[in-house]
């Protein structure tokens, strides 16, 4: 039962922006963060933003100042908006979740083409 459902990829201009949306499915509880990660062709799968349940988030060096993560959590939904997009943010990006009593994200969707045009 438990889903993550990625949308919002596409083709866009440097410079331009994107948000991603994440919906989880309704029968998962206790979660204690989500987040969003990517990886590129031929990458290692790198972290982008997180969200605790409390709010907090956390960025990657290379996305700060341009990506913002946020939630919905009566929708149990996680954004991410990319602002000033580059061609070196093209990648997959997938929806991750953490839920309790994991330490680590063990949900994940099946991901969502970006690909930002030079």
């Avoid at 349940?53 to 996680?78: E, L, Q």
Wanted: net charge positive.
């Amino acid at each position: 039962q438990v889903q993550l459902v990625e949308s919002g990829g596409g083709l866009v201009q440097a410079g331009g922006s994107l948000r991603l949306s994440c919906a989880a499915s309704r029968s998962i509880f206790s979660i204690n963060a989500m987040g969003w990660y990517r990886q590129a062709p031929g990458k290692e799968r790198d972290l982008v933003a997180t969200i605790t349940n409390h709010g907090s988030t956390n960025y990657a060096d290379s996305v700060k100042g341009r990506f913002s993560i946020s939630r919905d959590t009566a929708k149990n939904t996680v954004y991410l908006q990319m602002n000033s997009l580059k061609p070196e943010d093209t990648a997959v990006y997938y929806c991750a979740l953490r839920s309790s009593p994991s330490q680590v994200y063990n949900y994940w969707g099946q991901g969502t083409q970006v690909t930002v045009s030079s």
